[in-house]
């Protein structure tokens, strides 16, 4: 109870930034509500005395006095050790390690999260654009129901055999709807296909210069109520950058601008791995 809801701050640590598990130090923020002790929460001060001063970022004015923490090697070790990752999603993660591009891979904790936001929804239709070797649909997958379904994006053909495997081996394979292609191509011929509406979720994680449309196409996907998930918004703290101006950056800064004045959706951004906002549509 004694912790507050924190403004936070993203810290890029180049050890941590090296693990195959970790391409981008995720960052935590005490939770209201949070069973912690007053010790370790309390106050700045208090905590300096504890932990890392390097987990400490700002404590002053600008932030209303919040305890603002970034998340350093140790506590991030610290909250891996809490996740809980099937042992088949485990295999694949360090599979996927020794391929090229394994750092486009959500993190242990991204997976779990979107794991828990299909559980919350009690959701039965999903789409992923961009799969790439499989594991955050795999962690969808193993989430759903019997009788859910997944349907996977992917326009590179190898990484899709990666990631079939693990569907088949984790015995999911039943609930993931392949689409090899371009994404945007698969979500018009589904909104042809009269599927508007039909959906209960969706995970964003394919070309970033895209996301503007791949979020107009799902949001006619996505039934009212329905959860679609942004991947990497705060795209290695380039976002906040004003010296950053690369094409990329500028069509995430824009992105997430755009989705700021978007009334049809809620919306909340979350620091977690490269960043994640979460859109509820209203
Ligand atoms: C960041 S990775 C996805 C990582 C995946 N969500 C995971 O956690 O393992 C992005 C993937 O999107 C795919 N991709 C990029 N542009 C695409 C497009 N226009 N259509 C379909 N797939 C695309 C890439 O081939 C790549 O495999």
Known sequence: MYASWGVVHRWVDPVVASRPYCPFVAVIQPVRGL???RSVYHNAKVLKSVANTDTVVATDDNY???EVISVNPRLYDYLLANVREPEIMRELREETATLRGSQMQVSPDQAQLLAMLVQILGAQRCIEVGVYTGYSSLAVALALPEGGQIVACERDAK???????YYERAGVSNKVNVKHG???DTLKSMIQNDEGGSYDFAFVDAEKKMYQDYFDLLLQLVRVGGVIVIDNVLWHGKVADPLVNDSKTRSIRNFNKELMDDDRVSISMVPIGDGMTICRKR
Do not use: F, P, W
Request: aromatic share 0%.
């Open 35 to 37: 069973n912690v002790s």
């Open 64 to 66: 209303g006095h919040k």
């Open 159 to 165: 990484s899709l055999e990666v990631a079939q495997r």
């Open 182 to 184: 371009l994404a945007a």
